[in-house]
T-cell receptor, first 115, second 115 residues
Framework: SQTIHQWPATLVQPVGSPLSLECTVE??????LYWYRQAAGRGLQLLFY??????ISSEVPQNLSASRPQDRQFILSSKKLLLSDSGFYLC??????????????FGPGTRLTVL | AQKITQTQPGMFVQEKEAVTLDCTYD???????LFWYKQPSSGEMIFLIY??????QNATEGRYSLNFQKARKSANLVISASQLGDSAMYFC????????????FGTGTSLTVIP
């Protein structure tokens, strides 16, 4: 069965510090991968998605970046965190496009607080 | 442009009663999929139910049913016999394969079940 991991689960970082969040998927190959951010009490904002190794699409211009060094690994990074980067970060995967029913499966999330 | 609208920020329902969470969508495509997710306070996103644009029957999954009205572009979630464990955020989402791999999420509805 497929499993999606995210770490760390919680993170407290000072403003201006770097960030690296990691997401890995097991039990599937060539998934679509997604990073979302959810501010407190708000909806999901799509940050990045990837359809393959090295292929990243950015939805929102900001100080965050994403990389996909391996098929089932998706990394969210920042060189200098801002206060506004605080939130709940969710990684998700889905099967290839082309079918209507390919739900997204979400990881457990990372709660990031920037102080 | 693709868009999901959830106009109810918060809803209350008495335990054992039914509740309807509203969702309207906007797309000019004929092929699309509609999804509902539940997010408890733990943060995990749980897939509940799916409706394809070509499905003639309303989707049902246990106590969840989707009231799909294509002409009105609405995909309301109906939860029957509410339980205390149903208290959570609920998100409606849409995927339009022709436009790529993105999932479009609404802003969510917070449901509170009252004992």
């Amino acid at each position: 069965s497929q499993t999606i991991h995210q770490w760390p689960a919680t993170l407290v970082q000072p403003v201006g510090s770097p960030l690296s969040l990691e997401c890995t998927v097991e039990g599937t190959s060539n998934p679509n991968l997604y990073w979302y951010r959810q501010a407190a009490g708000r909806g999901l904002q799509l940050l990045f998605y990837s359809v393959g190794i090295g292929q990243i699409s950015s939805e929102v211009p900001q100080n965050l970046s994403a990389s996909r060094p391996q098929d089932r690994q998706f990394i969210l990074s920042s060189k200098k965190l801002l206060l506004s980067d605080s939130g709940f970060y969710l990684c998700a995967w889905s099967t290839l496009a082309g079918t209507l029913f390919n739900e997204q499966f979400f990881g457990p999330g990372t709660r990031l607080t920037v102080l | 442009a693709q868009k999901i609208t959830q106009t109810q920020p918060g809803m209350f329902v008495q335990e054992k009663e039914a509740v309807t969470l509203d969702c309207t969508y906007d797309t000019s495509d004929q092929s699309y999929g509609l999804f509902w997710y539940k997010q408890p306070s733990s943060g995990e996103m749980i897939f509940l139910i799916y409706q394809g644009s070509y499905d003639e029957q309303n989707a049902t999954e246990g106590r969840y049913s989707l009231n799909f009205q294509k002409a009105r572009k609405s995909a309301n979630l109906v939860i029957s016999a509410s339980q205390l464990g149903d208290s959570a955020m609920y998100f409606c989402a849409m995927r339009v394969p022709r436009t790529g791999n993105q999932f479009y999420f609404g802003t969510g509805t917070s449901l509170t079940v009252i004992p």
